[in-house]
């Protein structure tokens, strides 16, 4: 794999967008805590680490894609304004690596919560979230990449950043897993890091595959007694892209 990991540099006031979808046409959450529950989705272009198997290499492999094609710069006040029409409470805002635009994320999330939604953030684990972030309403749903997952623990790991996000008591920590190997390495990471609580999903991308890993890692997630999930968007829908 080749690719070079995207940072943002945005104009105050606008976030690159990837994609944002639950709108015009309703979805769920499909993972972690809040699996199941009507979610609103915004999803932030750029990442700061180049996953091999990362479903969403559109945020930052410009060796495959051209930034210009598959994002747009959008206003915090068009952002809310496109939330604004439904009723669904929770607004999930997701990435590539959303924390890399927190200049920008700040106005955003303080509009939404003023207008009565909760927000999730869905991140890597190695930005540091800027105090104002910390507030009631927000939670992240922090997703630390293991080596099995294409990436560098050197990168992919940042020990003052999941300490910090364990401290908030805004987080809980949900690992991508597909062997026993895995349970083992989260359980080192959790233990040395102080991080609670764990959610633990299986990797695939197909019903099929979801089912399979999930039928090896059951046993070793409940031993531990840490939560399991599931990918509920690739079992509802038949194309879950934008679902």
Do not use: Y
């Not at 990797?203 to 840490?226: N, P």
Request: proline letters at 7%; charged letters at 25%; one cysteine or more.
């Amino acid at each position: 794999m080749t690719g070079t990991a995207a940072t943002a540099r945005e104009p105050l006031g606008q976030l690159i967008v990837a994609e944002r979808f639950g709108v015009e046409v309703p979805t769920f959450q499909g993972e972690g805590p809040s699996c199941g529950h009507p979610a609103i989705f915004i999803r932030l272009s750029r990442c700061n680490l180049t996953c091999e198997s990362c479903d969403t290499k559109e945020t930052w492999d410009w060796s495959r894609f051209k930034p210009q094609e598959v994002s747009t710069r959008e206003s915090v006040q068009d952002l809310v304004a496109w939330v604004r029409p439904s009723p669904v409470e929770l607004v999930v805002i997701t990435g590539g690596e959303p924390l890399l635009q927190q200049r920008n994320l700040v106005p955003l999330v303080r509009r939404l919560l003023d207008e009565g939604r909760r927000v999730e953030f869905e991140t890597n684990g190695t930005v540091m979230p800027a105090p104002a972030l910390l507030v009631d309403g927000v939670r992240f749903n922090v997703s630390p990449k293991l080596a099995s997952f294409g990436m560098d623990e050197a990168k992919s790991i940042v020990p003052s950043v999941l300490r910090a996000f364990a401290a908030s008591g805004r987080s809980v920590f949900k690992f991508v897993a597909s062997s026993v190997a895995d349970i083992d390495r989260i359980a080192e990471l959790v233990d040395r890091h102080g991080l609670a609580p764990v959610w633990v999903m299986p990797e695939g991308t197909t019903v099929e595959a979801i089912t399979s890993t999930t039928r090896v890692l059951a046993d070793a997630v409940a031993s531990r007694h840490w939560h399991l999930t599931t990918r509920l968007h690739v079992a509802a829908f038949a194309d879950p892209k934008g679902r």
